[in-house]
Structures are given as structure tokens and as C-alpha cells.
């Protein structure tokens, strides 16, 4: 079972202390364990921060945030964070970009407003249970 536990310190954490555990998970269990309690956080520092936001918000943040800090990994563990958590890098999408492409679709995002990739419908499901027939 996955450790939740720095997401429940009632208090701002680096955005490492919150999405590194995430790049460890393997399974889908684990994945909405994590997920729930990070949406959870995010909705309740922000609104100790007194700028409250819905829990949609909040999701949409969550799968950003994993998405683009899954993008410093390997990209074996960047699609596995992207299909656990039904998320995308909000700049590039599931593309690997070369540096130079990433710097140019940066440069495209800061000249033009920027706009981040539409994050996939859904959040990450628990397994449930078999029905055999």
C-alpha cells in the first residue's frame, strides 16, 4: 500500500515531496490511493491559502502536475505515470520532443499565451473485483 502521508501534513510541501512518490507507483490500486489524496491536498492547502479551488480543479491540477513532472523521468516511467493516472505532459502531450522541439513549443506557449494540452477524461480507477462466470 502506498504512503500517503506527506500529502496529510496539513501544510505546503515542495512539489517533489509531493509527486516523487508518484513515479514509484507500479499499480492501479496504489495510483488511486495516491491520486485521491493528492486531489485532497490540493483543495485543502488552497483553501488554507484562502484561494479555494473545486475538486475538478483540482484533479485537472493533479494530472498536470504529474505530467509534466513525470516529463524529468525516463519515458519508460513517464507513460507509466501517464496511463496509471489518465495524464499528460500539459505542454507536449505523450510526445517526446526533441530539446530542440521542446524549447520551440515553449517558445510558441510564451509568445502565443500559453495554453496547456487538454488532460484525458477520467481519473485512475481501483481495480475491481472479478465476476467470474
Not at 491559502?49 to 524529468?72: F, M, Q
Amino acid at each position: 500500500m502506498i504512503d500517503t502521508s506527506n500529502l496529510k501534513q496539513h501544510k505546503s510541501i515542495t512539489i517533489g515531496e509531493c509527486l516523487s512518490p508518484a513515479m514509484d507507483i507500479t499499480n492501479s490500486y496504489d495510483a488511486r490511493v495516491y491520486f485521491d489524496a493528492l486531489v485532497d491536498y490540493y483543495v485543502e492547502i488552497n483553501l488554507m491559502e484562502n484561494k479555494p479551488v473545486t475538486r475538478e480543479l483540482a484533479i485537472d491540477i493533479a494530472k498536470s502536475n504529474l505530467g509534466y513532472y513525470a516529463g524529468y523521468y525516463d519515458r519508460e516511467t513517464a507513460v507509466r505515470v501517464q496511463e496509471l493516472f489518465k495524464c499528460v505532459h500539459p505542454i507536449f502531450g505523450k510526445t517526446e520532443p526533441t530539446p530542440e522541439e521542446a524549447f520551440k513549443m515553449g517558445q510558441d506557449m510564451a509568445m502565443n499565451g500559453i495554453k496547456s494540452v487538454e488532460q484525458p477524461e477520467g481519473v485512475p480507477k481501483k481495480p475491481g473485483r472479478t465476476v467470474l462466470v
